[in-house]
């Protein structure tokens, strides 16, 4: 079974601040997947890596994919309150669960103005 | 262009009684994904079809929950004799399939909640 272990749980932050996620696992991701969720709304995907070592960015946000492809980090800079929300980092295995992704358990950001 | 939609969006139900949430994928995608999700946590993979191939039913918690996906589009899923532990969001997505990395497009969800 592969797990994903995402970190912090709880991250409440003022406005202008840095934070960094992270995700971290013992097993080898095909790809890794960041969504960001609202409530009341499914997962939007933000961003996909799929070369170990791989760097993204996305506006103030920025992804990496470890080396070995067992871990990433979503890094924001100077946090908006409208960052706020439910961060998901989620593995593809590939192979016969092609399609299959296993997720974290998610961390829940709350960016005070 | 239309997302994914799920319906009924709330659904409130006795203990014991049996429930049916629908999901309409994105027209053209092949794969459709159900996902289960406690309050503020992480996703719960429970089935995945792919084409005509037999789904992945690993993630199904027991054999009181089972999916169909009629003619490749729409999928039922299906809980018999609903507990208190299955009170959920239950999410549908939906992706292009082929070679290469899968993207999940979700649907807003299904609160399920069992009295």
């Known amino acids: 079974t592969q797990l994903l272990e995402q970190s912090p749980q709880f991250l409440s932050i003022q406005e202008g601040e840095n934070l960094t996620v992270y995700c971290n696992s013992s097993s080898v991701f095909s790809s890794l997947q960041w969504y960001r969720q609202e409530p009341g709304e499914g997962p939007v995907l933000l961003v996909t890596?799929?070369?170990?070592?791989e760097v993204k960015k996305l506006k103030r946000l920025t992804f990496q994919f470890g080396d070995a492809r067992k871990d990433s980090s979503l890094h924001i800079t100077a946090a908006q309150p409208g960052d706020t929300g439910l961060y998901l980092c989620a593995g593809a295995t590939g192979g016969t669960s092609y399609g299959k992704l296993t997720f974290g358990q998610g961390t829940i950001l709350t960016v005070h103005p | 262009g239309a997302g994914v939609s799920q319906s009924p969006s709330n659904k409130v139900t006795e203990k014991g009684k049996d429930v049916e949430l629908r999901c309409d994928p994105i027209?053209?995608?092949?794969?459709l994904y159900w996902y289960r999700q406690s309050l503020g946590q992480g996703l719960e993979f429970l089935i995945y079809?792919?084409?005509?191939?037999?789904?992945?039913k690993s993630g199904l918690p027991s054999d009181r929950f089972s999916a169909e996906r009629t003619g490749g589009s729409v999928s039922t899923l299906t809980i018999q004799r609903t507990q208190q532990e299955d009170s959920a969001v239950y999410l549908c997505a939906s992706s292009l399939a082929g070679q290469g990395v899968y993207e999940q497009y979700f649907g807003p969800g299904t609160r399920l909640t069992v009295t």
């Open positions: 027209s053209g995608h092949t794969a």
């Open positions: 890596v799929v070369t170990g070592g």
């Open positions: 079809f792919q084409g005509n191939s037999a789904p992945d």
